[in-house]
C-alpha cells in the first residue's frame, strides 16, 4: 500500500484515528490491501502522515477489535481474512453453510476412533456412560484458513461410517444420508466464550489469550433420536453468530 493514499484532514470534526482506521479498512475493502499482507508501521504512518503514534496505534487496535487485522508480535500488523458469520435460522452443517456464505470450505479428518461415551455424551445421545461411539476429530478451514476444531460422536448404530466416504464427499451429513439414511431435522445448540486450551490453540494456529466460540450440539432425527453430539472451538476473531429473529 502507498502511504499517499491515505488522506487526513485534522479540520474535519471527526478523529484522526477513525479517519485512518476507515482509509484502511476501505483499502482493504478494495483489495488495495489483501488478507495476509502487511500493514505500514506505526512509526512509518505517523510520519508521513503528521501523526502521533498513539493516534496510529489506536486505529489499528480498533480494526483488530473489528476483526479487521491481527498483531502479530515482534513482526506486525496484518490483514485478516473474511470474518464468517453464520446466521442461525436453520439446520445445516459446516460445508453447506460455507458455500452458502460464498466460501471455499475445506476439512482435515485428524483422528477416527471408537471410544466410550464421556458423560456429556452419553446425556446428549440417550445412552449409558462408557457405550461405543464413533469420535471424529476435524479441523474446519474456509478458504484455507483454520476456522474451528471439532469433535463429532457418533451413535453406536452410526460407527461403521465409511471414512473414504467422509473424505470424498466433505460432508458428515451426506455421508450419514447416503450409507444409513439418516438426516438431521432438528438440533439444539449452546454457544459460550471462553479460552482455547493448549490443543485448540496449536490447531487453529491462535494464541492462548485469543478466545474461542464453544459450541455444543445435540442432533436429532426424523425420529426424533440423538444421532451426533458435536463440540467445536471455533475461531473468535474470525468468526460470529447472528440470529435470526422474527415476531411471535
Keep these: 500500500m502507498r502511504l499517499t493514499d491515505i488522506q487526513i484532514d485534522k479540520a474535519l470534526p471527526t478523529p484522526a484515528y477513525l479517519q485512518l482506521k476507515e482509509s484502511l479498512g476501505h483499502a482493504m475493502d478494495s483489495g488495495l490491501l489483501t488478507p495476509g ?3 505500514p508501521s506505526e512509526r512509518g504512518l505517523a ?4 501523526l502521533s503514534r498513539m493516534t496510529v496505534r489506536r486505529a489499528f487496535e480498533e480494526l483488530e477489535a473489528d476483526g479487521r487485522v491481527e498483531q502479530r508480535q515482534g513482526s506486525g500488523t496484518y490483514v485478516r481474512g473474511q470474518r464468517v458469520e453464520q446466521i442461525i435460522d436453520s439446520l445445516t452443517g459446516f460445508t453447506d453453510e460455507a458455500k452458502r ?25 440417550g445412552v449409558e456412560p462408557g457405550t461405543t461411539v464413533l469420535r471424529l476429530t476435524r479441523l474446519r478451514t474456509a478458504n484455507d484458513e483454520a476456522l474451528a476444531l471439532q469433535e463429532a460422536h457418533l451413535a453406536t448404530h452410526l460407527s461403521g461410517l465409511s471414512l473414504d466416504a467422509l473424505q470424498l464427499r466433505g460432508s458428515l451429513y451426506r455421508s450419514l444420508e447416503e450409507q444409513f439414511g439418516v438426516k438431521p431435522v ?3 445448540q449452546t454457544i459460550g466464550a471462553r479460552l482455547p486450551t493448549r490443543a485448540e490453540s496449536t490447531a487453529l494456529g491462535i494464541g492462548r489469550e ?21 463440540r467445536s472451538a471455533y475461531r ?13
Design 37 to 39: 499482507s502487511a500493514l
Design 47 to 50: 510520519t508521513s502522515l503528521g
Design 101 to 125: 456464505l460464498g466460501l471455499r470450505p475445506g476439512t482435515k479428518l485428524l483422528k477416527a476412533e471408537r471410544v466410550g461415551a464421556d458423560e456429556a455424551t452419553a446425556v446428549a445421545l
Design 186 to 188: 432438528r438440533a439444539r
Design 210 to 230: 485469543v478466545p474461542v466460540l464453544a459450541l455444543e450440539r445435540t442432533t436429532y432425527d426424523a425420529e426424533e433420536r440423538p444421532f451426533e453430539y458435536v
Design 236 to 248: 473468535g476473531d474470525s468468526y460470529r453468530l447472528a440470529l435470526d429473529l422474527r415476531a411471535s
